[in-house]
RNA sequence: GCCGGCUUAGCUCAGCUGGUAGAGCACCUGAUUUGUAAUCAGGGGGUCGGGGGUUCGAGUCCCUCAGCCGGCACCA
């Protein structure tokens, strides 16, 4: 007999031989019919896996979280099975459950294409319909590297050999068809259900290094229901709509073209909503102890090679020569060096520290052309970069302050909780592992304190000190990095950074590189992107429209367009002979916050009927024309100004 | 950079197995003076991404270059 221990605590005693279905069947048939898989003594198992002895266990329902990664798991086992029953010769790879779903690599000489999807979805429904029992087998190491190597699976018996010594081999199997795999599965392929979709093709490399064999990766969807597939698409075809590129065309904001590959055109709009984000940080800076520096955009090579980013990063750089000179310039892919030479004019005392240095710095990168996309990655930026000089005992300090200061600026862009992710000291690194202690210390403390989740990256840092960075998602759920903040004790002594102590010795300042946009074409993106173009008054490019409804009120709307204007505020008029139907649609649909409509009755009245932008209950006031103004002004104050 | 796909009017897209370009919106003109998400009529507009090839004939097929899109890799 076996004892089990429930999580409430009750225990149950079963037949040697027994597995989790049984226990679940003993309990009720409900939870029997609604059981994945089951956690034994907190391992994965597969529900009909005979118990091992006594253990404490957890029935994992349908309802659970876990689920869906299992159901997502068994659909790339049926995907690969599916592929391989119709593309002989295809050889299966790894295939893992991702957020919201799956997918599978393969190799295989001809690519694969959309077209196929409906073949393979076709023959994964008829693997699920057969209803396949998923088993589990256990093998001997040796004897599962000659079985897939007979099989010509050279890629699965390249993964047994690379699995640790102690590691158990098993391998699952559903009808004819076998896998290496952890597990854990359904008990059968019929448990998946049909709420499965493939999506995509795509190349990506063997074990993610680009150096080895392309493969070829099918990505699906999978979820519970049909009902929450449905919803899935929807939620993309949604997404898709916020996207920043398209939304950029379509309100005018900004444009690419190929002569100029991954560097933006601001058209008037968006290069308002770009001056008034810069003006905003700008005023945050000043408001936040910052010195705002302009650096040159040229330096010469050798100023790189001393940085040491000549080295390092020479295939990114752009670089410029002048013929009848031997100099090679090279555009400025950074900031921070550039910075050091002006802490470096004069003295420094340890009373100037701490130095906080702060630039709308203009970089260049050559990325990679796969890399480019839209506002979110591109080779010519502005960084909201500073460079706070300061000593191993302000760093807590300094970091703590930087992280209020971020969070405050993101409440007032609407992004309530950025992500942090923590790297601390990678293998290869310089400084003393006191000082690093010190960093790394003082970096979690700030970012406890600022009340923000953080994932922590081990090794992740730079050579040169740990870091923060902070992370918020576009539309579809890419994430992007936009501030950071790290720590260097390299470049201050690479470029001989000094300030003289109060023991009057000279000293090594500390360098904390931090921006909180991160690039302002970046953040412009995913700021676009978080409110679906609908941006709120203070930074909405095109405030107010002033619509006519006839040409009686043509005087009045000019009049009252040149009292907005004059007051600040960002207003057109449309004076057009169209219906007033078509005016508030025409607006509405670009986005613009408020129409301000006129008719004879307004301009008898010296009033305003202000339409706002949104489903809100908020939707028509009618004011007096000054009364309307005032608070249209006081709505257009940026958050900080209006905190003032 | 790598794998795959795409590139037709200002925008969004249609053009079957090759026979010499089409829609909606936008734009222009005219009529209409209208009260909160599309008034009607007429008109103009494309060397079908660039280059080369096959063919009697190429937007359609082939080669090549570029850009874009989706991933991968990269991201100081």
Redesign the pocket.
């Known amino acids: 007999m076996i004892n089990l221990t429930l999580p409430d605590g009750s225990k149950r005693e079963l037949a040697d031989g027994a597995t989790p279905f049984d226990l679940a069947s003993g309990i009720s048939k409900s939870l029997a019919k609604a059981a994945v898989i089951a956690k034994v003594d907190g391992e994965d198992w597969d529900l009909m896996r005979p118990f091992e002895g006594d253990a404490e266990v957890a029935i994992i329902t349908r309802k659970d979280e876990e689920a869906l990664e299992v159901i997502r798991h068994d659909t790339a086992h049926i995907l690969a099975q599916a592929v391989q029953d119709l593309f002989p010769g295809t050889q299966v790879t790894i295939g893992p459950a991702i957020e919201d779903g799956f997918?599978y690599d393969f190799a295989r000489n001809e690519?694969?294409?959309?077209e196929d999807f409906e073949a393979i979805e076709k023959r994964m429904a008829e693997i699920v319909d057969a209803d396949l029992p998923f088993q589990r087998e256990v093998w001997d190491r040796n004897e599962a590297i000659a079985k897939f190597k007979a099989m010509g699976e050279q890629y699965k018996a390249e993964l047994i050999e690379d699995l640790p010594e102690d590691e158990t081999i098993t391998i699952y199997r559903q009808g004819e068809w076998m896998d290496l795999c952890r597990g854990p599965h359904l008990p059968s392929t019929g448990k998946i259900g049909k709420a499965f979709k493939l999506?995509?093709?795509?190349?990506?490399?063997w074990r993610?290094?680009?150096r080895n064999a392309?493969l070829?990766?099918i990505?699906g969807t999978a979820w519970l229901d049909e009902k929450q597939l449905k919803a899935h698409l929807h939620r993309i075809e949604e997404a898709e709509k916020r996207?920043h590129?398209?939304l950029g065309?379509?309100m005018e904001l900004f444009h690419?073209?190929?002569e100029a590959?991954?560097q933006v055109f601001w058209h008037p709009a968006g290069w308002t909503l770009y001056r008034t984000v810069e003006n905003y940080m700008r005023r945050r800076l000043e408001d936040n102890g910052y010195v705002e520096i302009k650096t040159p955009q040229l330096m010469d090579r050798k100023f790189w090679e001393a940085s040491g980013?000549w080295d390092?990063?020479r295939e990114?750089?752009f670089i410029s020569s002048i013929d009848e000179e031997e100099k090679v310039l090279a555009v400025k892919?950074?900031n921070?060096p550039c910075h050091v030479q002006v802490f470096n004019q004069g003295q420094k005392s340890y009373r100037d520290l701490p130095l906080r240095m702060a630039e709308f710095g203009s970089c260049h990168?050559?990325?990679?052309?796969?890399?480019?996309?839209?506002l979110m990655?591109v080779r010519g930026f502005v960084q909201d970069d500073a460079h706070i000089f300061c000593t191993v005992d302000q760093i807590t300090e300094e970091v703590t302050a930087f992280c209020e200061l971020l969070k405050s600026v993101y409440e007032d862009f609407g992004f309530e909780e950025p992500r942090i992710k923590f790297s601390d000291r990678p293998e290869q690194r310089v400084g003393s592992d006191e000082v690093w202690d010190k960093a790394e210390a003082a970096l979690v403390a700030a970012a406890e304190a600022s009340g923000l989740d953080y994932e922590h990256n081990p090794g992740d840092g730079?050579f040169y000190g740990p870091k923060l960075d902070f992370v918020v998602r576009d539309a579809?759920g890419?994430e992007w990095?936009t501030g950071?903040i790290?720590c260097d004790f390299n470049l201050p002594e690479r470029l001989d950074a000094v300030y003289v102590g109060e023991d009057a010795d000279k000293h090594r300042p500390v360098m904390l590189?931090r921006a909180i946009l991160g690039s302002l074409e970046r953040f412009l993106g995913v700021l676009i992107e978080n409110y679906a173009g609908k941006l709120p008054f203070w930074l909405a490019p095109r405030q107010i429209v002033v619509a006519?409804?006839?040409?009686?009120?043509d005087d009045y709307a000019q009049e009252v367009k040149d009292k907005m204007a004059a007051a600040g505020l960002r207003v057109d008029v449309d004076l057009?002979?169209?219906?007033?139907?078509?005016k508030?649609?025409?607006h509405?649909?670009g986005k613009i916050p408020v129409?301000a409509?006129?008719?004879?009755?307004?301009?008898e009245e010296g009033a305003v009927?202000l339409?706002f932008?949104?489903?809100g209950n908020r939707?028509?006031e009618?004011l007096p024309l000054d009364q309307a103004i005032d608070q249209l002004k006081a709505e257009s104050l940026a958050p900080d100004l209006k905190r003032a």
């Open positions: 997918y690519p694969f294409s959309t999506m995509k093709v795509a190349g990506a490399y993610g290094d680009h392309q070829q990766r990505y996207d590129r398209r065309k379509q690419f073209q190929e590959q991954g980013h390092k990063y990114n750089m892919p950074m921070c990168r050559y990325e990679p052309s796969g890399s480019l996309h839209g990655r730079a579809i890419r990095q950071t790290q590189h006519t409804i006839t040409s009686d009120a057009r002979n169209e219906k007033i139907n078509y508030v649609r025409e509405s649909v129409i409509v006129v008719g004879r009755k307004e301009a009927a339409r932008l949104g489903d939707t028509q009618v």
